[in-house]
Nanobody, 125 residues
Framework: QVQLVESGGGLVQAGGSLRLSCIASGRISSLYAMGWFRQAPGKEREFVSGIGWSEHSTSYADVVKGRFTVSRDNNKNTVYLQMNSLKPEDTAIYYC??????????????????WGQGTQVTVSS
């Protein structure tokens, strides 16, 4: 089993920044792909960003390109999501997800086997 724990969410004004972290533990090696998704009230969970087992493979939703940056530190089994120029429409619960294997960045919820509990991000106008 793999456990994922997100942190770093909070309340920020529009234009501000936050950095989310997701720590993976359990039966995990460096060979896994990670993703960030978000879900706003009344909406479906949507893809935000993904990073493959190689940090050179990354993917972003169009709505966050140029504002968000995903990265990973395999020594710490941690994936980060740096979020800049935040907008009120970025308000959501942010979830990290993992799938085991030497895979590239993935963007579908069904690509992932493990999910964290989520961290709330609220952007005020």
């Amino acid at each position: 089993q793999v456990q994922l724990v997100e942190s770093g969410g909070g309340l920020v004004q529009a234009g501000g920044s936050l950095r989310l972290s997701c720590i993976a533990s359990g039966r995990i090696s460096s060979l896994y792909a990670m993703g960030w998704f978000r879900q706003a009230p009344g909406k479906e969970r949507e893809f935000v960003s993904g990073i493959g087992w190689s940090e050179h493979s990354t993917s972003y939703a169009d709505v966050v390109k140029g504002r968000f940056t995903v990265s990973r530190d395999n020594n710490k089994n941690t994936v980060y999501l740096q979020m800049n120029s935040l907008k009120p429409e970025d308000t959501a619960i942010y979830y990290c997800a993992a799938t085991i294997g030497p895979l590239p960045a993935r963007s579908r919820t069904y690509n992932y086997d493990y999910w964290g509990q989520g961290t709330q991000v609220t952007v005020s106008s």
